[in-house]
């Protein structure tokens, strides 16, 4: 099922796989957490999860009355998962973090990737829970400029400055993440430029795994870009945004998405990918990975 469809649901499945876009993964395992927050819950996060352990938890009876409720936290599909799932006695919540597409279970629920609208909505919610109000133009600019992923994060450190936020305290406030401040150096990297001085300072005050997400995030529109222009053969993407942009930054945008093939575009966000899942899995060498990514990019034959 999909994520209206699970929504729609007025009994939860007891047991249910979850796997796909990673915002709403993160977000559906902190909606349920506080669903069951009194219930007899234990969590399993990657190393953690212990296959005698979490059989034990699903089949003891609790000691305080209620129901017993695990949830795994995963990248991989760890052997007999599927025998966890045959027990009817409590909840057992998957989220699965993985590339491939799982199969051991019938009751699953897939995330797709938020939009404008999704992402809105989610802004408003969080607004109204740190007690902030933020205009349509600050919303949209946050959008735009962060990973769904960090949108959290950046209104809590919103709701620290002031109560009512327009897009000038936005653009002060999380400047370093804006896609303006890295695209300059994307564009760089794209052309196969020298970038390491710029790159330096960068780092200075951004942290690495936020810019890797932004060049993925650049890589993708430029592959969207590449499509349109395919598809319409308008070299405007005023048709595709809705907006116009500046000229030379519309220039710079069409003459480097059809710089690129599609298999190169496929190589390039399939490599990227698993360089950003592989660092927030693995985090004591997330820095090694992002020095890892960048040399790959450097060294990327169509650049």
Known sequence: MYKKEFDSLKEIPKKILFYGNE????????????????????????????????????????????????????????????????????????????????????????????????????????????????????????????????????????????????????????????????????????????FEDKLKNLLIKVDFARFLSAITRYIKDLYKYHLYIKKTGNSSLKGFLGYQLPFHIEKQRVALAIKFKEKDYYELLKNMMDFELRMRLGKSISEALFWEAIVYLKTFNSF
């Open 23 to 194: 915002f709403y993964l993160q977000k559906y395992e902190d909606k349920l957490s506080k669903k069951f927050e009194n219930e007899n819950i234990i969590k399993m996060s990657y190393d953690e999860y212990d296959m005698e352990k979490a059989k034990i938890h699903l089949n003891e009876n609790s000691l305080f009355g209620g129901e017993n409720v695990l949830i795994i936290k995963h990248n991989k599909i760890p052997p007999g998962i599927d025998k966890l799932f045959k027990n009817k006695n409590s909840y057992l919540f998957f989220f699965y973090y993985g590339n491939k597409l799982p199969k051991f279970t019938k009751t699953f629920v897939r995330f797709f990737e938020p939009d404008i609208r999704e992402l809105m909505m989610f802004i408003d919610e969080k607004s109204n829970e740190l007690n902030i109000t933020l205009t349509k133009e600050a919303k949209i600019f946050l959008i735009k400029s962060i990973e769904p992923l960090f949108l959290e994060k950046e209104l809590e450190k919103l709701s620290l400055y002031k109560k009512d936020i327009n897009v000038g305290d936005v653009k002060e406030l999380v400047f370093l993440y804006k896609e303006d401040t890295f695209e300059d150096i994307i564009v760089s990297i794209l052309k196969g430029e020298d």
